[in-house]
């Protein structure tokens, strides 16, 4: 079971894809987190291909936990939402406030200073434009769609998925129903309608991915899917299905089909996998004038983890494991020459037997934060062939992070002035 509360590191990302039924991502972003395969599996990011190919209008979204400093193994996400934003993604980012209280018991008060020192000045300092940032606690759209979302599970499917047991809180119970709304939300009528939506996560939140996709298609009226090779649309609901399948049928006059009104179903001969994408996108903005709670289920994209200077999950609750946005460049530096390699016990064996950058936080920091293919295939060859030792390594990355963090602390009262710029409710 994948712990989205956990501690755990992954690394056995082909077997989590096989079991959980992730894909791999085609070749259509690019971006070095996509070509290093640090974002080794998605979701149906067909979705939002179709809509960056068609010029269609679509959602990039995340959530920050407001309980302690933002790190490099944070940053991978934002980086991402960043690049998104760039393609013309409208950007939804929550703070998570309502989590933190019910996991962390952190308090409202210190979850808002968090979150705007310790998150979002460096999200704006990093590039992030204006968008979408608030509060859960703050926000009565999120909360009035978790209460209507909550209609749609119950605590054997909860307790699957997340391990719950019948001493968990109300609370805890609660949080994923948040976050699902929270992503969804971002469909609603006033901010567009439904849309082709992105969530970056860690493969440590793909049962938090799986819960909104199945809430999202329980809340539809036209369901997609393939039947014998070829395109079959199901009317879910009570109500008669003529309206809907006669809109249906004008809308994909194009294809040739049949349907059944007492079945509730219209077949596509002529449409397959191909025009899966296409036609529930079509459908979906039809069904946005009967259905106020229509929502396209949100495509992912996975992450791999950074592992902590330390070893494991990079990870707040051990200090030295990472590196803070906020750290001084001395201290940055300190950890990074303290930090665990991949090297050989003696020089002589990392001369004869190279070293190992795979198992390498040094090497990952490469990996995660330099832009420079040509630099980390370098890096990397070194290692691998005795050339680089792990000492001179180390030197060499603790400059360059602290580099980045020179950059980030110049820009500081900057963004914080800006601040208000991007919170919903300021």
């Known amino acids: 079971m994948i712990d989205p509360w956990g501690s755990n590191q992954y690394f056995d990302y082909e077997k989590l894809m096989k079991e959980f039924g992730i894909n791999a991502p085609d070749n259509f972003f690019d971006h070095y987190l996509f070509r290093r395969h640090l974002i080794f599996g998605q979701r149906s990011i067909e979705y939002i291909e179709y809509a960056i190919k068609n010029n269609i209008k679509f959602n990039a979204v995340t959530g920050l936990m407001p309980s302690g400093a933002m790190h490099l193994g944070n940053k991978i996400t934002i980086d991402q939402i960043i690049f998104f934003q760039g393609l013309g993604a409208n950007v939804f980012i929550s703070v998570a406030d309502l989590e933190s209280y019910a996991t962390r018991n952190i308090s409202f008060e210190r979850a808002r200073e968090i979150a705007i020192n310790n998150y979002i000045v460096n999200y704006i300092s990093l590039g ?9 606690s703050d926000d009565k759209d999120t909360q009035r769609l978790a209460f209507i979302l909550s209609n749609e599970t119950n ?3 909860l307790k699957a ?7 968990s809180s109300m609370l805890h119970v609660n949080s994923p129903l948040i976050q699902a709304s929270d992503v969804l939300h971002s469909q609603l009528k006033k901010f567009g309608g439904p849309r082709p939506t992105v969530v970056p996560v860690g493969v440590d939140q793909d049962p938090h991915i799986r819960l909104m996709r199945d809430l999202a298609s329980r809340l539809r009226i036209y369901n997609v899917s393939l039947k014998d090779g070829h395109i079959l649309i199901s009317i879910k609901g009570t109500m008669d299905s003529k309206k809907f399948i006669d809109e249906a049928v004008s809308l994909l006059n194009n294809y040739e089909l049949s349907y059944n009104y007492d079945y509730r179903t219209i077949e596509l001969k002529n449409a397959g996998e191909d025009n899966k994408t ?9 069904e946005s004038k009967f259905n106020d709670l229509d929502f396209i289920a949100p495509s992912a994209t996975f992450q791999k983890l950074e592992t902590g200077l330390k070893g494991g999950k990079m990870s707040s609750h051990v200090p030295d494991s990472l590196i803070s946005l906020n750290d001084t460049e001395e201290d940055a530096k300190r950890k990074i020459k303290a930090s665990l390699t991949g090297g050989r016990k003696t020089i002589e064996d990392q001369k004869i037997y190279g070293g190992d950058p795979e198992r390498c936080p040094v090497y990952e920091l490469y990996m995660y934060h330099d832009k420079d293919d040509a630099n980390v295939q370098r890096v990397y060859e070194e290692c691998r062939g005795g050339v680089r030792m792990c000492g001179a390594c180390k030197s060499e990355a603790a400059e360059m992070i602290s580099s980045l963090l020179k950059d980030l602390n110049e820009k500081r009262d900057e963004s914080m002035s800006k601040v208000h710029e991007y919170l919903s409710h300021e």
Do not use: A, W
């Open 155 to 157: 605590m054997t499917e």
């Open 128 to 136: 992030l434009k204006p968008c979408n940032i608030y509060f859960q």
């Open 161 to 167: 998925i997340y391990g719950l047991t019948d001493s």
């Open 278 to 286: 296409e036609i529930d996108i079509k459908l979906s903005f039809l």
